[in-house]
C-alpha cells in the first residue's frame, strides 16, 4: 500500500480582461495558468513546484475569472495563433487579484537563404523562436523556402526572437538575434555556413564502446539539433554542422548522459565517456 500526503490549500482568485493590441476586448480567448509554489524540500533548500491549471475561455466582454494556487502564476491569453501573458509574482490566498493580458498584433518575418557564395537555397528549413517572456510550443514556427530561397512567416510573436536555418549539406546558420515589433515586418537574409563535421568514440563506465548511444549537438538558442548514433564501435560522426561552438550531449540507454562543450567544428578524436556522466 503506498502512502500518500494531501495538502489542503486555501486558493486565490485572479480576474482581468483579454484586449488586443488595440484595447477592443477578445472574446472566447484560452487562458492558461501556471502556479509556481515551494515544493518538496532537499537539504534544507525548498524546490519549486509548476503547477499547470485548468485552462479557461474569456466571456463576450474578453473578462474572465480564475480560481488559482497560490505563489507565482503566469498566464497566457492565445487567439488564434497570437498569444500575450503575464505574471503576478506573489499571489496571496484568499484574496481577489487583477491582471488584464494584451494580446499583441503578430509580426512578421520573411527574408531569403543563401548559401556561403550568396546562391539562393530551396527547401532550407526555416525556424524562428521566442527568446522573451513566456512561451508555449506554439510559439515556436517552422517553414521551407520557395524555389528562389524565399520565406515568410506571419503571426511571430512580438519581442527578442532567434532565426536560424538549415539545409542539406551545410551547415546550419547558427542563430540570427532580432526584436520584431507588433503588426511589423522584418526583412533578413539567413546565410548558411560551410558544412563541417565533428566526430569521435563514446565509452561506458568501463570503457568499452557504447554502442547505438544517441549523440546530438547544441548550439545557445538553437532548436536544430543534428543527431546521429555510435556504431558498433562507439563511433559517431556528426554532419552538417556550422561553426559552433556546440555542446555534443551522448545519451545512455540507461537515462544517464555526458556532455562536452565548446567544440568548434571540424573537430576529430573526441572523446565522451560515461565515467563523467550526469
Known amino acids: 500500500i503506498s ?6 490549500v486555501a486558493t486565490a482568485t485572479i480576474e482581468g480582461k483579454v484586449v488586443n493590441a488595440t484595447g ?52 497566457t491569453a492565445r487567439d488564434g495563433e497570437s498569444s500575450g501573458s503575464g505574471t503576478i509574482a506573489a499571489v496571496t490566498s484568499r484574496r481577489t487579484h487583477h491582471l488584464d493580458i494584451k494580446i499583441p498584433i503578430g509580426a512578421s518575418v ?46 511571430v510573436r512580438p519581442g527578442r526572437i532567434s532565426i536560424e536555418a538549415s539545409a542539406t549539406g551545410f551547415g546550419a546558420s547558427g542563430p540570427s538575434l532580432r526584436t520584431v515589433a507588433s503588426s511589423a515586418s522584418t526583412e533578413i537574409v539567413v546565410r548558411l555556413a560551410r558544412a563541417r563535421t565533428a566526430s569521435g568514440r563514446v565509452t561506458d563506465r568501463d570503457g568499452r564502446p557504447l554502442v547505438d548511444a544517441y549523440v546530438k549537438a547544441f548550439t545557445r538558442g538553437s532548436r536544430q539539433l543534428p543527431t546521429t548514433m ?8 556528426l554532419t552538417d554542422l556550422g561553426p559552433g561552438p556546440y555542446e555534443i550531449v551522448a545519451y545512455h540507454p540507461d537515462g544517464s548522459k555526458v ?20
Not at 502512502?3 to 489542503?8: A, D, F, K, L, T
Not at 539562393?120 to 528562389?148: C, F, I, N, R
Not at 556532455?259 to 550526469?278: C, M, Q, T, V, Y
Open 3 to 8: 502512502n500518500y500526503e494531501v495538502r489542503v
Open 24 to 75: 477592443k476586448p477578445v472574446i472566447g480567448a484560452e487562458l492558461e495558468f501556471r502556479s509556481k509554489t515551494d515544493g518538496r524540500s532537499i537539504k534544507g533548500n525548498s524546490i519549486p513546484t509548476w503547477t499547470r491549471l485548468r485552462p479557461t475561455i474569456s466571456d463576450d466582454n474578453g473578462d474572465y475569472e480564475m480560481e488559482v494556487i497560490p505563489g507565482q502564476v503566469t498566464i
Open 110 to 155: 520573411r527574408g531569403t537563404v543563401v548559401t556561403p557564395d550568396g546562391r539562393s537555397v530551396a527547401d532550407a528549413t526555416v525556424q524562428v523562436s521566442p527568446l522573451s517572456g513566456v512561451a508555449s510550443s506554439k510559439d515556436h514556427k517552422t517553414t521551407y523556402t520557395d524555389e528562389q530561397g524565399r520565406f515568410e512567416l506571419t503571426n
Open 230 to 237: 555510435t556504431n558498433s564501435g562507439g563511433e559517431f560522426t
Open 259 to 278: 556532455r562536452i562543450r565548446g567544440i568548434r567544428p571540424p573537430a576529430d578524436g573526441l572523446d565522451i565517456s560515461f565515467e563523467k556522466a550526469d
